[in-house]
């Protein structure tokens, strides 16, 4: 309902503005319920916990993102030479938003939600890396899919580790980034990389 949506806009918000004045560690739920003005429960209700909440708060504004520069490349075919751009689509979006206090504070904190697990709970399917894994597949016939998977796994644990490490201060202090045609250069690399000979899984014993 619309007052449903403006509750949850509030609570966004509200998240949002504390996470830029605290470190992550420092921003409970009670916090944001009490910033947004809203009774003690409003953050469980509307997200059903504080993973929830910064799951919709890094959906909300990265999301478009990636979505944007992504959607050009999906409509065409794909081949080889198309990894770097679906490289680029990921790491640009990363170097533009670590300019800002705004930008750094999403970076690390996707980074801290994102990485003990390799995704977000409760987000859409294009706010996960299996759109990204699908269109590398079709560039790289030459891999297998358990192949494709772990090299989009260790490709993306490295953009977050290079653009959301914790920074010297807090995740708005001044830290020197790589120049991002280096990054994107050393990403491509690893994924067309020439298949792994991978020896055969051990099989249990009965």
């Known amino acids: 309902s619309p007052s449903d949506s403006s509750t949850r806009e509030r609570l966004l918000a509200a998240a949002k503005k504390l996470f830029l004045e605290k470190a992550p560690d420092q921003v409970s739920v009670r916090s944001v319920n009490a910033e947004a003005g809203l009774n003690a429960g409003a953050v469980h209700y509307h997200f059903g916990s504080r993973e929830g909440l910064v799951s919709a708060l890094l959906e909300q504004e990265l ?22 751009d679906l490289t680029a689509s990921v790491v640009e979006p990363f170097a533009e938003l670590v300019r800002t206090p705004d930008g750094r504070m999403l970076c ?13 709970p409760n987000v859409s399917t294009q ?11 079709r560039a790289l016939p030459e891999l297998s ?5 772990e090299r989009c796994a260790l490709a993306f644990g490295l953009i977050l ?27 491509t690399a ?3 990389a020439p298949p792994a000979l991978l020896p055969p899984h051990p099989v249990p014993e009965p």
């Open 63 to 84: 999301g478009p993102l990636w979505l944007e520069r992504m959607a050009p490349l999906t409509r065409g075919p794909v081949d080889a030479t198309s990894v770097r």
């Open 108 to 120: 690390h904190l996707l980074a801290r939600s994102a990485m003990p697990t390799g995704r977000l």
């Open 127 to 137: 706010f996960l890396p299996a759109p990204f894994e699908v269109m590398i597949g």
């Open 145 to 149: 899919v358990d192949e494709v998977t």
């Open 161 to 187: 580790e290079t653009y959301g490490r914790p920074l010297a201060v807090t995740p708005t202090a001044s830290s020197p980034f790589p120049h991002p045609a280096t990054v994107i250069a050393f990403v």
């Open 190 to 192: 690893g994924l067309t």
